[in-house]
């Protein structure tokens, strides 16, 4: 799977739309992008995927550079429970695994 | 319809002891995951199961690890002689059969393991 690279961290004010960016620069042509995010201590829980196209669905939206090689998730209006770590994972639809990075701890402020 | 089901959500052993950690996949899902998320750190791979049969067990550390999936019940992963370094919260995570782009994964509230 194509390597990930993502900032630490980012805050960003709640009801603002908060963007956070992945460069996955060596993706091949048959790898997917996913979105996942853990809540302190929870599961982690999938956001979202996509392949070329811009997804949205209701928690989010993502937005793939005609190069593929880097997305932003876009969270429309971020609340306070939306505060977690979000990995941007690559994997190809064979995979039989998901490789976790260190992702991006959000936090929402009031 | 259920969430996917880990058990017990909080173990406490003693270096030594078994530890046996259960996992219900949703339902309708016949492929189960184990993920490994050691303190302060990201999750990582350990095993992938179908009904009776390890797919890839390559995250799984050679000695003392093992997991299941039988016909009837839950996923098991059990560690034998427990140590210190096995402290961690372990995820359970099933997916229904895999298409050509199902990289989506439904986790448990996982299971933390203390070892004294």
């Known amino acids: 799977d194509a390597k990930t690279t993502q900032p630490p961290s980012m805050d960003c004010a709640e009801g603002r739309a908060a963007n956070l960016p992945c460069n996955h620069s060596t993706i091949s042509g048959n790898e997917y992008v996913y979105w996942y995010r853990q809540i302190h201590s929870q599961g982690p829980q999938y956001i979202i995927h996509?392949?070329?196209n811009n997804e949205t669905n209701e928690m989010a939206s993502l937005i793939i550079t005609e190069d593929r090689k880097s997305s932003t998730l876009i969270l429309p209006h971020a609340t306070l429970r939306d505060t977690a770590v979000y990995y941007c994972?690559?994997?190809?639809?064979?995979?039989?695994?998901?490789?976790f990075g260190s992702g991006t701890q959000l936090t929402v402020l009031p | 319809n259920a969430g996917v089901m880990q058990n017990p959500r909080h173990l406490v052993r003693r270096r030594g002891q078994e530890a046996r950690l259960r996992c219900s996949p949703m339902?309708?899902?016949?492929?189960v995951y184990w993920y490994r998320q050691l303190p302060e750190e990201g999750l990582k791979f350990m095993v992938y199961l179908q009904k009776e049969n390890i797919i890839d067990e390559s995250g799984m550390p050679k000695e003392r690890f093992s997991a299941e999936f039988p016909k009837e019940g839950p996923s098991i992963l059990r560690i034998q002689q427990v140590v210190r370094g096995d402290s961690a919260a372990y995820f359970c995570?099933?997916?229904?059969?895999?298409?050509?782009?199902?990289?989506?994964?439904?986790f448990g509230e996982g299971s933390r393991l203390t070892v004294l």
């Open positions: 994972i690559v994997t190809s639809g064979s995979a039989r695994q998901l490789t």
């Open positions: 995570a099933s997916s229904p059969p895999r298409g050509p782009n199902t990289g989506e994964l439904f």
């Open positions: 339902k309708g899902h016949s492929h």
């Open positions: 996509g392949l070329k």
